[in-house]
């Protein structure tokens, strides 16, 4: 590997400033790569795995004939609320208007869509916080409940499924079979998930790239439950051998006592389109005391999506936690009264894997712009700006995670990170910024999180450490910019 880089690297001090080079991770078209590599696939990202576009969903039903007023000053969340419990499945028309929240909106079952005719056009109002609506004690040492949790519109699920069988014998990361104890009975095409428990605190460190400990906060959180709950379809069965359709992101070892379980969420296919939210714009209660102008919140649900919404003055964007396969695009930040650093978290994926965040546009600042926490993974966030991005790196092991084709605006914030310092390392291994622009101030040094990669930004000096960090500047230019959209076209479907 490293020879490439130094080829490629002589080519590019040989060109002109402003010409592009390629990584020695990936090459011109992904030559280079390989499912081994400390470059991890993230090409299976955001709805169906990428396999299927969102679809157009059938208006079913109307919020207006449901008691509605949609006037600025009536209560409408309880005819929200009434319109998806008659509502079997198809979208559910949120007709132009100011429609006031004074609750929660709540999802709890599959194939339902909330879609407005457009943001500005339909505006959900939140004039008092979750915390006033629903007050809930503050946990973890007096921070404020709804810091972390939480959203006026809910989509809610879990993650079912039965246990399969044992996973027999070990397995590399990269690669894509299993060897299970017993003969399963699967149908190509099936979603299952890899389980993993660490009892002796290797696989905590394993998430870490077999570098760094993870915290104790983490180990105290975890135990007695799996570390490693992950998804991938399968593409084969032959006896106890099963082929999976994506490349194993962690090592399988017989200590962790892999399984082999269904998936079967509980909650897919729900959709949130075409509307914007405002919340009252009263100054920002201090970090971690925030009182819940929170917007939309997933938790536990797979192949979901938000699409087309603008948010204003909140203290929680987008939440997705414990999801998998979600798609956020076309999604717009910004601030009316507020000042300042105007919310907690803006995009916030946290225990979720290969959602997909892209389309955004931030025009104001959060305390956490887009973060990734507790053992996300396979996340891409893409094809986005800001005014000052920073990727919030906030514990409890996030690992390969792709951040790529994005306009920080302001440098300087890029790597600002947060989360309590007995939650481990900000981040486990094979975080990947691939292709960030600045319009002002420098990148600063990239952090040494485990095996971090940071191809084409900035100018600073290489450093390639086969156990450490992969610092490949390119001179600010790497070629292809987009590694999801390169990735996605060498290795999808």
Not at 287 to 299: C, D, M, Q, R
Request: hydrophobic content about 35%; glycine content about 10%.
């Amino acid at each position: 590997m490293l020879t490439e880089f130094h080829a490629a690297k002589a080519q590019n001090e040989a060109m002109p400033a402003s010409a592009p080079s390629t990584s020695a991770l990936w090459g011109e078209k992904g030559e280079l790569w390989s499912a081994s590599s400390r470059l991890p696939d993230f090409s299976r990202a955001g709805y169906r795995s990428g396999a299927a576009p969102i679809p157009r969903v059938a208006v079913a039903a109307n919020v207006r004939d449901f008691g509605a007023k949609g006037d600025g000053q009536t209560d409408d969340a309880p005819a929200f609320n009434r319109a998806i419990a008659a509502t079997t499945r198809g979208a559910i028309l949120i007709p132009a208007g100011r429609y006031v929240l004074r609750g929660v909106v709540r999802i709890e079952k599959s194939d339902l869509v909330l879609r407005g005719e457009g943001a500005g056009q339909t505006v959900l109002l939140a004039p008092a916080s979750l915390s006033e609506l629903d007050p809930r004690p503050s946990r973890d040492g007096g921070k404020a409940h709804y810091s972390f949790t939480g959203g006026f519109l809910t989509v809610a699920g879990k993650t079912n499924g039965a246990t399969l069988a044992d996973v027999a014998e070990p397995a590399p990361r990269g690669a894509r079979k299993l060897v299970l104890s017993q003969p399963v009975d699967l149908a190509r095409g099936a979603l299952v998930r890899l389980q993993m428990s660490d009892a002796n605190h290797t696989l905590g460190r394993h998430l870490h790239g077999d570098e760094e400990d993870a915290g104790q906060d983490t180990y105290a959180r975890l135990e007695g439950r799996p570390w490693v709950s992950w998804t991938a379809r399968v593409v084969a069965v032959n006896g106890r051998e099963l082929t999976l359709d994506r490349p194993l992101r962690l090592d399988v070892r017989p200590e962790w006592k892999p399984q082999l379980l269904a998936y079967e969420p509980t909650v897919v296919d729900v959709g949130i389109e075409n509307l914007s939210f405002e919340f009252p714009g009263r100054a920002k209660m201090p970090h971690l005391k925030e009182e819940g102008f929170n917007a939309i919140h997933f938790s536990g649900v797979s192949d979901c999506w938000v699409r087309g919404v603008t948010i204003t003055d909140a203290d929680n964007g987008i939440i997705v936690s414990g999801s998998r396969f979600c798609t956020v695009e076309d999604t717009h930040f910004r601030h009316d009264k507020r000042r300042g650093l105007t919310g907690h978290h803006a995009l916030w994926a946290t225990g979720s894997q290969e959602c997909l965040f892209q389309k955004f546009r931030f025009d104001t600042t959060y305390e956490h712009d887009i973060t990734v926490e507790g053992r996300a993974t396979g996340n891409v966030f893409r094809d986005g700006s800001g005014v000052a991005l920073n990727f919030d790196h906030h514990r409890n092991a996030p690992y390969e995670n792709l951040f790529t084709n994005i306009d920080v605006g302001d440098a300087r914030r890029v790597y600002a990170s947060s989360g309590r310092g007995d939650r481990g390392p900000h981040s486990g291994a094979r975080t990947t910024f691939w292709g960030l622009r600045a319009q002002r101030g420098e990148f600063p040094p990239a952090p040494r999180w485990p095996r971090i990669n940071v191809i084409g930004m900035g100018r600073a000096a290489p450093s390639l450490t086969a156990e450490r960090e992969w610092i490949e500047p390119l001179g600010g230019r790497v070629q292809p910019p987009d590694l999801y959209e390169a990735q996605r076209g060498r290795l999808g479907r």
